[in-house]
Protein backbone atom coordinates (compact mmCIF):
# COMPACT_ATOMS: atom_id res chain seq x y z
CA UNK A 1 0.00 0.00 0.00
CA UNK A 2 1.53 3.41 -0.94
CA UNK A 3 1.53 6.16 1.73
CA UNK A 4 2.54 9.49 1.74
CA UNK A 5 5.64 10.64 4.27
CA UNK A 6 3.07 11.24 6.90
CA UNK A 7 2.38 7.49 7.24
CA UNK A 8 -0.95 8.16 5.76
CA UNK A 9 -2.88 5.59 3.30
CA UNK A 10 -3.29 7.92 -0.60
CA UNK A 11 -7.19 7.63 -1.49
CA UNK A 12 -7.86 7.87 -5.42
CA UNK A 13 -11.38 9.36 -5.61
CA UNK A 14 -12.40 7.73 -9.55
CA UNK A 15 -15.55 9.19 -10.56
CA UNK A 16 -17.77 7.47 -13.84
CA UNK A 17 -19.53 9.93 -16.02
CA UNK A 18 -19.88 8.57 -19.07
CA UNK A 19 -23.94 7.81 -18.79
CA UNK A 20 -26.35 9.33 -21.24
CA UNK A 21 -28.86 9.61 -18.63
CA UNK A 22 -31.82 8.24 -21.31
CA UNK A 23 -33.84 7.04 -18.08
CA UNK A 24 -34.59 10.62 -17.44
CA UNK A 25 -35.59 11.59 -20.51
CA UNK A 26 -36.67 14.55 -21.54
CA UNK A 27 -35.48 16.15 -18.71
CA UNK A 28 -31.95 14.42 -19.79
CA UNK A 29 -30.74 13.93 -22.92
CA UNK A 30 -27.77 12.35 -24.60
CA UNK A 31 -26.04 15.92 -24.73
CA UNK A 32 -26.72 16.82 -21.29
CA UNK A 33 -27.29 13.59 -19.42
CA UNK A 34 -28.31 13.51 -15.99
CA UNK A 35 -25.48 13.26 -13.84
CA UNK A 36 -24.67 17.24 -14.75
CA UNK A 37 -28.31 18.47 -14.06
CA UNK A 38 -29.01 19.86 -11.21
CA UNK A 39 -31.93 17.60 -9.62
CA UNK A 40 -31.09 17.42 -5.87
CA UNK A 41 -29.96 21.11 -4.27
CA UNK A 42 -27.95 23.85 -5.79
CA UNK A 43 -25.21 21.73 -7.52
CA UNK A 44 -25.57 18.68 -10.05
CA UNK A 45 -25.10 15.39 -8.90
CA UNK A 46 -21.80 15.06 -10.56
CA UNK A 47 -20.74 18.40 -8.39
CA UNK A 48 -22.37 16.73 -5.43
CA UNK A 49 -20.51 13.70 -6.25
CA UNK A 50 -16.88 15.79 -5.90
CA UNK A 51 -18.22 17.67 -2.86
CA UNK A 52 -19.14 14.58 -1.33
CA UNK A 53 -15.51 13.01 -1.39
CA UNK A 54 -14.49 15.53 0.07
CA UNK A 55 -16.24 14.89 3.37
CA UNK A 56 -14.03 12.00 3.92
CA UNK A 57 -12.30 13.23 7.29
CA UNK A 58 -10.39 9.63 8.65
CA UNK A 59 -7.19 10.84 10.18
CA UNK A 60 -5.14 8.21 8.25
CA UNK A 61 -6.25 8.95 4.91
CA UNK A 62 -5.28 11.60 2.31
CA UNK A 63 -7.55 12.34 -0.79
CA UNK A 64 -6.14 12.61 -3.73
CA UNK A 65 -6.99 14.53 -6.65
CA UNK A 66 -9.77 12.77 -8.58
CA UNK A 67 -9.56 10.92 -11.90
CA UNK A 68 -12.60 11.33 -14.09
CA UNK A 69 -13.38 8.79 -16.83
CA UNK A 70 -15.98 10.31 -19.45
CA UNK A 71 -16.81 10.09 -22.60
CA UNK A 72 -15.28 12.78 -25.55
CA UNK A 73 -18.96 14.34 -25.82
CA UNK A 74 -18.93 15.68 -22.21
CA UNK A 75 -15.91 16.94 -22.10
CA UNK A 76 -16.03 20.70 -21.58
CA UNK A 77 -19.25 20.24 -19.49
CA UNK A 78 -16.92 18.17 -17.15
CA UNK A 79 -14.27 20.84 -17.19
CA UNK A 80 -17.21 23.68 -16.55
CA UNK A 81 -18.60 21.99 -14.14
CA UNK A 82 -15.46 21.98 -12.11
CA UNK A 83 -14.36 25.00 -12.38
CA UNK A 84 -17.63 26.28 -10.90
CA UNK A 85 -16.92 23.95 -7.83
CA UNK A 86 -12.76 25.27 -7.49
CA UNK A 87 -11.76 21.67 -8.78
CA UNK A 88 -8.97 19.97 -10.29
CA UNK A 89 -9.18 16.70 -11.53
CA UNK A 90 -7.26 14.30 -14.09
CA UNK A 91 -9.49 13.43 -16.98
CA UNK A 92 -9.64 10.40 -18.85
CA UNK A 93 -12.31 10.54 -22.43
CA UNK A 94 -13.18 7.61 -23.74
CA UNK A 95 -14.27 7.54 -27.42
CA UNK A 96 -17.85 5.93 -26.64
CA UNK A 97 -19.24 5.23 -23.66
CA UNK A 98 -17.82 2.50 -22.00
CA UNK A 99 -18.90 -0.30 -19.22
CA UNK A 100 -17.78 0.01 -15.61
CA UNK A 101 -14.76 -2.47 -16.13
CA UNK A 102 -12.84 -0.55 -19.00
CA UNK A 103 -13.45 2.62 -17.27
CA UNK A 104 -12.27 1.30 -14.24
CA UNK A 105 -9.13 -0.28 -16.01
CA UNK A 106 -8.70 3.18 -17.32
CA UNK A 107 -8.00 4.85 -14.13
CA UNK A 108 -6.78 2.42 -12.40
CA UNK A 109 -4.01 2.63 -15.37
CA UNK A 110 -3.61 6.35 -14.50
CA UNK A 111 -3.62 6.20 -10.19
CA UNK A 112 -1.17 3.18 -10.93
CA UNK A 113 1.46 5.85 -12.53
CA UNK A 114 1.29 8.46 -10.10
CA UNK A 115 0.64 6.39 -6.84
CA UNK A 116 1.80 2.80 -7.73
CA UNK A 117 -0.97 1.48 -5.65
CA UNK A 118 -3.52 3.74 -3.87
CA UNK A 119 -7.08 2.74 -2.27
CA UNK A 120 -9.47 3.89 -5.25
CA UNK A 121 -13.32 4.78 -4.50
CA UNK A 122 -15.08 3.98 -7.61
CA UNK A 123 -18.20 6.44 -8.03
CA UNK A 124 -20.99 6.85 -10.20
CA UNK A 125 -21.46 10.74 -10.93
CA UNK A 126 -25.35 10.39 -11.15
CA UNK A 127 -26.30 9.28 -7.30
CA UNK A 128 -28.29 11.93 -5.58
CA UNK A 129 -27.60 11.02 -1.24
CA UNK A 130 -29.56 12.52 1.24
CA UNK A 131 -27.27 11.14 4.59
CA UNK A 132 -23.98 12.34 3.57
CA UNK A 133 -22.43 11.73 7.19
CA UNK A 134 -23.79 7.92 6.91
CA UNK A 135 -22.61 7.45 3.38
CA UNK A 136 -18.71 8.81 4.37
CA UNK A 137 -19.00 6.70 7.56
CA UNK A 138 -19.47 3.40 5.84
CA UNK A 139 -17.03 4.38 3.15
CA UNK A 140 -14.15 5.27 5.70
CA UNK A 141 -14.70 1.78 6.86
CA UNK A 142 -14.95 -0.11 3.44
CA UNK A 143 -11.40 1.77 2.83
CA UNK A 144 -10.07 1.13 6.20
CA UNK A 145 -10.92 -2.87 5.25
CA UNK A 146 -9.29 -2.32 1.63
CA UNK A 147 -6.47 -0.92 3.52
CA UNK A 148 -5.48 -3.79 5.92
CA UNK A 149 -6.09 -6.58 3.51
CA UNK A 150 -9.46 -7.36 5.32
CA UNK A 151 -11.83 -7.71 2.14
CA UNK A 152 -10.21 -7.07 -1.52
CA UNK A 153 -12.71 -5.26 -3.20
CA UNK A 154 -15.14 -3.47 -1.42
CA UNK A 155 -18.96 -2.18 -2.58
CA UNK A 156 -21.63 -0.84 -1.11
CA UNK A 157 -24.94 -2.30 -1.14
CA UNK A 158 -28.70 -0.81 -0.70
CA UNK A 159 -31.19 -2.19 0.88
CA UNK A 160 -34.51 -2.63 -1.67
CA UNK A 161 -37.10 -1.11 -0.59
CA UNK A 162 -39.38 -2.05 -3.75
CA UNK A 163 -38.92 -4.49 -6.97
CA UNK A 164 -37.03 -2.85 -9.16
CA UNK A 165 -36.33 -4.37 -12.53
CA UNK A 166 -33.64 -1.47 -13.39
CA UNK A 167 -31.16 -2.38 -10.78
CA UNK A 168 -28.75 -4.98 -10.61
CA UNK A 169 -28.85 -6.83 -7.01
CA UNK A 170 -26.14 -8.27 -4.65
CA UNK A 171 -26.22 -11.54 -2.98
CA UNK A 172 -24.79 -11.44 0.72
CA UNK A 173 -23.47 -14.18 2.74
CA UNK A 174 -24.63 -12.94 6.21
CA UNK A 175 -22.11 -14.80 8.85
CA UNK A 176 -23.44 -12.47 11.44
CA UNK A 177 -25.67 -9.20 11.35
CA UNK A 178 -23.27 -7.18 13.78
CA UNK A 179 -20.48 -7.37 10.95
CA UNK A 180 -20.26 -4.00 9.23
CA UNK A 181 -19.63 -6.07 6.01
CA UNK A 182 -20.42 -9.21 4.31
CA UNK A 183 -18.98 -12.14 1.65
CA UNK A 184 -20.41 -11.68 -1.72
CA UNK A 185 -22.22 -14.99 -3.08
CA UNK A 186 -22.85 -13.32 -6.49
CA UNK A 187 -24.37 -10.62 -8.64
CA UNK A 188 -27.68 -10.44 -10.59
CA UNK A 189 -28.29 -7.86 -13.16
CA UNK A 190 -31.48 -6.51 -13.65
CA UNK A 191 -34.17 -9.37 -12.85
CA UNK A 192 -37.32 -9.40 -14.23
CA UNK A 193 -40.40 -8.68 -11.94
CA UNK A 194 -41.01 -12.00 -10.23
CA UNK A 195 -37.39 -12.51 -9.01
CA UNK A 196 -36.97 -8.86 -7.91
CA UNK A 197 -39.96 -9.29 -6.03
CA UNK A 198 -38.61 -12.69 -4.03
CA UNK A 199 -35.51 -10.72 -3.92
CA UNK A 200 -36.57 -7.54 -1.40
CA UNK A 201 -38.63 -9.97 0.45
CA UNK A 202 -35.17 -11.46 1.71
CA UNK A 203 -32.95 -10.10 4.06
CA UNK A 204 -29.93 -11.01 1.91
CA UNK A 205 -30.33 -8.63 -1.12
CA UNK A 206 -29.28 -5.70 -1.70
CA UNK A 207 -29.38 -2.94 -4.92
CA UNK A 208 -25.50 -2.81 -6.46
CA UNK A 209 -24.84 0.50 -5.52
CA UNK A 210 -22.12 0.89 -7.96
CA UNK A 211 -19.41 2.23 -5.76
CA UNK A 212 -16.73 0.25 -5.33
CA UNK A 213 -13.13 -0.13 -2.96
CA UNK A 214 -10.26 -1.48 -4.45
CA UNK A 215 -6.31 -0.95 -4.28
CA UNK A 216 -5.31 0.07 -8.27
CA UNK A 217 -3.13 -2.87 -8.64
CA UNK A 218 -5.32 -5.39 -7.45
CA UNK A 219 -8.21 -4.47 -9.96
CA UNK A 220 -5.48 -4.46 -13.21
CA UNK A 221 -4.23 -7.89 -11.67
CA UNK A 222 -7.58 -9.54 -11.48
CA UNK A 223 -8.74 -8.16 -14.47
CA UNK A 224 -5.65 -9.05 -16.26
CA UNK A 225 -6.67 -12.74 -15.40
CA UNK A 226 -10.39 -13.07 -15.35
CA UNK A 227 -10.72 -10.91 -18.55
CA UNK A 228 -7.64 -10.56 -20.38
CA UNK A 229 -9.29 -9.07 -23.77
CA UNK A 230 -10.27 -5.84 -21.54
CA UNK A 231 -7.62 -5.22 -19.48
CA UNK A 232 -5.02 -5.81 -22.94
CA UNK A 233 -7.75 -3.70 -25.37
CA UNK A 234 -7.68 -0.98 -22.33
CA UNK A 235 -3.85 -0.79 -21.65
CA UNK A 236 -3.19 -0.43 -25.23
CA UNK A 237 -5.45 2.51 -25.47
CA UNK A 238 -3.95 3.79 -22.66
CA UNK A 239 -0.41 3.80 -23.66
CA UNK A 240 -1.52 5.09 -26.56
CA UNK A 241 -3.31 7.60 -25.57
CA UNK A 242 -3.24 11.59 -26.66
CA UNK A 243 -2.50 14.66 -24.02
CA UNK A 244 -4.57 17.42 -25.14
CA UNK A 245 -4.50 20.64 -22.91
CA UNK A 246 -5.90 18.97 -19.59
CA UNK A 247 -7.59 15.69 -21.37
CA UNK A 248 -6.10 12.53 -21.93
CA UNK A 249 -7.34 11.45 -25.08
CA UNK A 250 -7.79 6.99 -25.25
Known sequence: MIMNEEGKTLV???????????RL????????????????????????????????TQADLTIQEPIIVTNEAHRFLVLDQLHQIDQSAEII????GKNTAPSLTLAALKATDLYENGVLIVLPADHAINDNDDFCSTLNNAVSAVTANKIKIGTLGIKPTYAETGYGYIECQIESTESS????????EKPNLKLAQQYIEQSN??????????????WLTAIEKFDS????????????????HTFYQT
Do not use: M
Open 12 to 22: VPVILCGGSGT
Open 25 to 56: WPLSRESYPKQFLKLAGAHSLFQQTLLRIKSL
Open 93 to 96: LEPI
Open 181 to 188: YHKIARFV
Open 205 to 218: FYWNSGVFIIKSQF
Open 229 to 244: DIFEGTASAWYNKKIR
